[in-house]
Every structure is written in structure tokens, then in C-alpha cells.
T-cell receptor, first 115, second 110 residues
Framework: SQTIHQWPATLVQPVGSPLSLECTVE??????LYWYRQAAGRGLQLLFY??????ISSEVPQNLSASRPQDRQFILSSKKLLLSDSGFYLC??????????????FGPGTRLTVL | GNSVTQMEGPVTLSEEAFLTINCTYT??????LFWYVQYPGEGLQLLLK?????DKGSNKGFEATYRKETTSFHLEKGSVQVSDSAVYFC?????????FGKGTLLTVNP
């Protein structure tokens, strides 16, 4: 069966510090991968998605970036965090291609607090 | 573009009450529709789905029917439990991506 991991689970970082959040998927090949942010009391905002190694699509201009160095690894980064980067970051995967239902499966999330 | 509108709540019910959370959508083509549930401090879990018109998705006593004529996918449960307290998200799929509603907070009191 497929599983998705995210770490760390929680993170407290000062403004201006770098960020690296990691997501890995097990039990599937060539998944589509996604990064979302959920601000407190609000809905989900799609940040990035990837349909293959080295391929990244950005949905929202910001000081974050994403990379996919391996088939089942997705990394969210920042060189300098802002207060507004605080939130709950969720990674998700779906089967490759655009056919089918494209249901997504979510990881447990990372709670980021920028002080 | 695609959009999903769901009642924002919050919704507060007593245990064993009937639940309805409304969801309507705007989309080109024939998207698949989903309900996700998020318990406090956790990621989203897929609750149910429907892939074509008139399909009924069901899971854990929850149901939703894909109504193309009214572009709706309302979530219902006949008798809620305290353990159903969570945030519920309606979503539709298009190409690679999901479009989510803003979520509805449900609180069930004993």
C-alpha cells in the first residue's frame, strides 16, 4: 500500500531564516506531487505541483520554491522566511496522468511558525 | 475557471442529528467530485468520491450524490456522532489539480 511521509511535524523558525520541508511517497511510481499551505482558519492554497522528476509548476508567486530531486521526493524551500509564511503545510500525491479521478492523498502536515 | 462553493458554517449539531453540508461547483467538462475530512492537527482524508453524474459516493454513513443538473454535491449523514467533529472540504478535479471549497467546521455535541 502507498504511504506518504512529511517531516518535520512542527517547526519554529525566526524571520529571515531558511526553510526545507521534505515529503516522500512509498509504494507507487511516478506520482503527481503537490504542496499546499493552509493558514489558520482558512482553506487550502495550492503552492506547487509536479508531474515528473525536475518538473515544477508554481501556482502562487512568493518567496517559496519547490524541487523534486527523485521520483518520490518533493521538497519545499525558502531562502528567507517571512512572518506570512506561517501555516500548516501539506504534501499530497495522486496517480500520474490526467485520466481517472485524480483523487489526492495527503500527508500528516508540517506546522510552521515563523517568529 | 473552476470553483467550489460550500456553506462555511460553523455548523453545530447534537449527537444523532441529521447533517447536510451544501456544496455547489462551477467547472468545464465533467470533473470528479470529492469530500475530504480534516481532524484537528491532521492532514486531509478522502471521505468519499463520485466520478460521473448521478453517482452516489458513500463512506462511514456519509453520502453525497453528483447532481449535474444542479451542479451540486451535498454531503449528508443521517445520525452524526461526536467523533464526526472535523472540518469538511468539498473538491473537484480538473487535469492534474483539485479545486477546494473553503471548508465547513462541524462540531457535534453529546
Amino acid at each position: 500500500s502507498q504511504t506518504i511521509h512529511q517531516w518535520p511535524a512542527t517547526l519554529v523558525q525566526p524571520v529571515g531564516s531558511p526553510l526545507s520541508l521534505e515529503c516522500t511517497v512509498e509504494g507507487t511510481s511516478n506520482p503527481n506531487l503537490y504542496w499546499y499551505r493552509q493558514a489558520a482558519g482558512r482553506g487550502l492554497q495550492l503552492l506547487f505541483y509536479s508531474v515528473g522528476i525536475g518538473q515544477i509548476s508554481s501556482e502562487v508567486p512568493q518567496n517559496l520554491s519547490a524541487s523534486r530531486p527523485q521520483d518520490r521526493q518533493f521538497i519545499l524551500s525558502s531562502k528567507k522566511l517571512l512572518l506570512s509564511d506561517s501555516g500548516f503545510y501539506l504534501c499530497a500525491w495522486s496517480t500520474s496522468g490526467t485520466s481517472g479521478t485524480n483523487e489526492q492523498f495527503f500527508g500528516p502536515g508540517t506546522r510552521l511558525t515563523v517568529l | 475557471g473552476n470553483s467550489v462553493t460550500q456553506m462555511e458554517g460553523p455548523v453545530t449539531l447534537s449527537e444523532e442529528a441529521f447533517l447536510t453540508i451544501n456544496c455547489t461547483y462551477t467547472a468545464t467538462g465533467y470533473p470528479s467530485l470529492f469530500w475530504y475530512v480534516q481532524y484537528p492537527g491532521e492532514g486531509l482524508q478522502l471521505l468519499l468520491k463520485a466520478t460521473k453524474a448521478d453517482d452516489k459516493g458513500s463512506n462511514k454513513g456519509f453520502e453525497a450524490t453528483y447532481r449535474k443538473e444542479t451542479t451540486s454535491f451535498h454531503l449528508e449523514k443521517g445520525s452524526v456522532q461526536v467523533s464526526d467533529s472535523a472540518v469538511y472540504f468539498c473538491a473537484l478535479s480538473s487535469n492534474y489539480k483539485l479545486t477546494f471549497g473553503k471548508g465547513t467546521l462541524l462540531t457535534v455535541n453529546p
